[in-house]
């Protein structure tokens, strides 16, 4: 081969060697920019899924609040809850009738918690007394379980005995009641006689009637 085409033949070898390697730049080039495109995609289809994840979570937990609001109104799957100490507005009135030989105080029970309520059987009654609390016996009477519709009351009556003694006796200072199966207790001046006649001790003299043993008002 003379000097002449050695030289056009390197020259040309040159030549394709760079051409070559432009093109293998230019998809290298291509590559890291589609790579990095994907790479975008990837991560804005992960933020939606996230997203979309946050508002089935909210919807849930709202979902799920109201549930519970709705569980806890007056007629919870169609049953009435009972009446609570809180939503009662207790009252007591003397009721005794001249001529008997007990006194008689009524008490009333009415319902102001915006919501019929259920009840049955008989309050607690406790006396506070200059010599320590009473508790009141229940009559024994029967006591049917009833319904006090919203904005309606209930009354029962407490029968305590006279004091004829002539002495001074045994001063009332306060009356506790309970509504019947609740344990919160509502303190109330006593509107009955001041005094009851000391006992011996072998048993309360104050008695308790169910809930409507006492008439309207007494």
């Given at each position: 081969?003379?000097?002449?085409?050695?030289?056009?033949?390197?020259?040309?070898?040159?030549?394709?060697?760079?051409?070559?390697?432009?093109?293998?730049?230019?998809?290298?080039?291509?590559?890291?920019?589609?790579?990095?495109?994907?790479?975008?995609?990837?991560?804005?289809?992960?933020?939606?899924?996230?997203?979309?994840?946050?508002?089935?979570?909210?919807?849930?937990?709202?979902?799920?609040?109201?549930?519970?609001?709705?569980?806890?109104?007056?007629?919870?799957?169609?049953?009435?809850?009972?009446?609570?100490?809180?939503e009662l507005e207790v009252t007591a009135k003397d009721s005794t009738i001249?001529?008997?030989?007990?006194?008689?105080?009524?008490?009333?029970?009415?319902?102001?918690?915006g919501r019929d309520c259920a009840m049955s059987g008989y309050a607690g009654?406790?006396?506070?007394?200059?010599?320590?609390?009473?508790?009141?016996?229940?009559?024994?009477?029967?006591?049917a379980p009833l319904v006090l519709k919203d904005g309606k009351s209930v009354?029962?009556?407490?029968?305590?005995?006279?004091?004829?003694?002539?002495?001074?006796?045994?001063?009332?200072?306060?009356?506790?009641?309970?509504?019947?199966?609740?344990?919160?207790?509502?303190?109330?001046?006593?509107?009955?006689?001041?005094?009851?006649?000391?006992?011996?001790?072998?048993?309360?003299?104050?008695?308790?009637?169910?809930?409507?043993?006492?008439?309207?008002?007494?």
């Amino acid at each position: 081969m003379s000097a002449s085409r050695r030289k056009a033949f390197l020259v040309s070898a040159a030549l394709v060697g760079g051409a070559m390697l432009m093109t293998a730049c230019q998809d290298a080039d291509s590559g890291d920019a589609q790579g990095s495109s994907s790479a975008t995609s990837s991560g804005s289809s992960a933020t939606g899924s996230n997203q979309g994840g946050g508002k089935n979570s909210s919807a849930e937990k709202s979902s799920g609040g109201e549930g519970t609001l709705a569980g806890t109104g007056s007629n919870e799957n169609g049953k009435i809850g009972k009446c609570r100490t809180d939503e009662l507005e207790v009252t007591a009135k003397d009721s005794t009738i001249t001529g008997d030989t007990d006194g008689t105080v009524a008490v009333q029970l009415k319902n102001g918690g915006g919501r019929d309520c259920a009840m049955s059987g008989y309050a607690g009654v406790d006396l506070k007394t200059s010599a320590g609390s009473m508790s009141a016996k229940r009559t024994g009477e029967k006591a049917a379980p009833l319904v006090l519709k919203d904005g309606k009351s209930v009354f029962f009556g407490i029968n305590y005995p006279a004091n004829d003694s002539g002495g001074s006796g045994v001063r009332i200072t306060g009356l506790v009641v309970t509504p019947p199966d609740e344990t919160k207790s509502v303190t109330l001046d006593w509107p009955g006689a001041g005094t009851l006649p000391v006992t011996d001790g072998t048993g309360s003299s104050l008695k308790v009637g169910p809930l409507g043993s006492a008439g309207q008002g007494g």
